[in-house]
């Protein structure tokens, strides 16, 4: 059975960041090892509304590189009020913005084993996050990029 994997709408972008910053240029490198990964078919990569909607926002040029990975996602999770009330839950206990709480919880309830993101907010909260889940009898694990391609 594959791995299978929600990625934060970061995720996508940071290939195309600015690699000047070490860190940047590290979890770049990450994302691009991964993206082999998904193509290999290694990986089930599970998506949602919400990413597409957040993707379409980007820049014009951005957009046109990361349609590029997108053809790889495997699923697309559904939109759902058990979505909704997860999120607020989350919100509750780790006290991070509307949207990256929507993406937990759609990582969950598509029965992610894996949440990768290169946000610090939720990276420092994620104990807390994981946490909460389990009482929700999820399994999902958030990491980031560097960590996920270290022990993976």
Same mark, same amino acid.
């Given at each position: 059975m594959n791995l299978r994997v929600y990625l934060d *709408?970061?995720?996508y972008c940071r290939p195309f960041d600015d690699w000047s910053q070490l860190r940047i240029a590290l979890e770049a490198e990450a994302v691009l090892r991964l993206w082999q990964i998904v193509e290999e078919g290694k990986i089930t990569c599970l998506c949602s509304k919400l990413i597409r909607l957040e993707l379409s926002k980007m820049p014009l040029f951005k957009l046109q590189e990361v349609k590029k990975f997108i053809q790889f996602v495997d699923e697309d999770i559904p939109y759902s009020n058990d979505i909704k009330k997860l999120a607020k839950k989350i919100i509750k206990v780790a006290k991070i913005p509307t949207y990256d709480a929507l993406h937990v919880?759609?990582?969950?309830?598509? $029965?992610?084993?894996?949440? #990768? *993101?290169?946000?610090?907010?939720?990276?420092? @909260?994620?104990?807390?996050i994981e946490e909460l889940l @389990?009482?929700?009898?999820? *399994?999902?694990?958030? #990491?980031?990029?560097? $960590?996920?391609? $270290?022990?993976?």
């Open positions: *709408t970061n995720i919880s759609f990582a969950a309830h598509g $029965q992610a084993d894996l949440f #990768l *993101t290169c946000d610090d907010d939720i990276l420092r @909260k994620s104990s807390n @389990k009482s929700e009898n999820s *399994t999902l694990a958030i #990491l980031n990029p560097i $960590q996920f391609i $270290q022990n993976y």
